[in-house]
């Protein structure tokens, strides 16, 4: 079975500067997906970032962007400049194939100060 | 597009009493679709996963006779809780999967059983 985990339950972050949030996970596989989705205070689950373990270029979709290190299974989240509307909860999710189901991590609570 | 909708986004029923909660992929037909339950400041857990015209498959510990589930067509799925408690007040999420890696969230359905 997979796991994820995240280490940090809360964290803040000044308006505009850089946070990283970790994320590590536990698998026996070789291919699968792994995504960052952002969960604010309305509770509608989005989808922030996405990676395919056998692409070895990190994503990137603007002011987000991971560090995947596919030996350590690792795979945290990094957001610049950050905004108030990053003021949010964070799940890291596995995905062992396309199609199934998602395993999320415990959350980080994020908040971004003005 | 892709667009998942929950109906009651909010629902208040007395111990004992059934309530049935609906997922609707609004723009495209979902091959599965996926309950979560969130509790307060937790992760989301999996529930179970259904597949259209399938029994659907539950995690270990739910209680299928209680957390009932029917995918009928490929835009729509039940989650039925049956004879609520207090215990069974959550959020639920569902998502839908069109076989890829993408889920679609649908906005979640609070549960108060008093």
């Known amino acids: 079975a997979q796991t994820v985990t995240q280490s940090q339950p809360e964290m803040s972050v000044q308006e505009a500067e850089t946070v990283t949030l970790s994320c590590t996970y536990d698998?026996?596989?070789?291919?699968?997906?792994l995504f960052w989705y952002k969960q604010p205070p309305s509770r509608q689950m989005i989808l922030v970032i996405r990676q395919e373990a056998y692409k070895q270029q990190n994503a990137t979709e603007n002011r987000f962007s991971v560090n995947f290190q596919k030996a350590a299974k690792s795979f945290s989240l990094k957001i610049s400049d950050s905004q108030l509307g990053d003021t949010a909860m964070y799940f890291c999710a596995f995905m062992i194939r396309a199609g199934n189901m998602l395993t999320f991590g415990g959350g980080t609570r994020l908040m971004v100060k003005p | 597009g892709a667009v998942v909708s929950q109906h009651p986004s909010w629902v208040i029923c007395k111990s004992g009493t059934s309530v049935k909660i609906e997922c609707r992929s609004l723009?495209?037909?979902?091959?599965?679709m996926f309950w979560y339950r969130q509790f307060p400041k937790q992760s989301l857990m999996l529930m179970a996963t259904?597949?259209?015209?399938?029994?659907?498959?539950?995690e270990q510990g739910v209680e299928k006779d209680k957390f009932l589930i029917n995918h009928a067509s490929l835009t729509l799925s039940t989650l039925t809780v049956t004879s609520a408690h207090p215990e069974d007040s959550s959020f639920y999420i569902c998502s839908a999967s069109q076989g890829g890696y993408e889920q679609y969230f649908g906005p979640g359905t609070r549960l108060t059983v008093t």
């Open positions: 259904s597949n259209e015209g399938s029994k659907a498959t539950y």
């Open positions: 698998t026996s596989e070789n291919n699968y997906y």
């Open positions: 723009d495209f037909q979902a091959t599965t």
